[in-house]
């Protein structure tokens, strides 16, 4: 070993370096993690609106724009 290798500054070198390489893989697991939050909450609001129109509807008239419902949904 080099005199250099056993040296405080090096060793606090090599643990900040490895610090900072494990807070950032945990950021963009964090960052991953929220986007997928975001579109599945995007994705719920539209349906849980898509849904409230339906709310108190007779049910001939649900079943008419529930065809509608559908294919609008497929094009999301």
Do not use: G
Not at 21 to 32: D, E, P, R, Y
């Amino acid at each position: 070993m080099t005199e250099h290798a056993c040296s405080l500054s090096y060793q606090i070198s090599s643990l900040s370096r490895s610090c900072f390489l494990i807070f950032v893989n945990f950021a963009v697991s964090v960052l991953i993690l929220i986007s997928k939050l975001h579109a599945i909450s995007t994705v719920h609001c539209k349906l849980d609106y898509c849904n409230s129109l339906y709310y108190n509807l007779p049910k001939p008239e649900a079943w008419v724009t529930s065809s509608i419902h559908v294919q609008s949904c497929c094009k999301l």
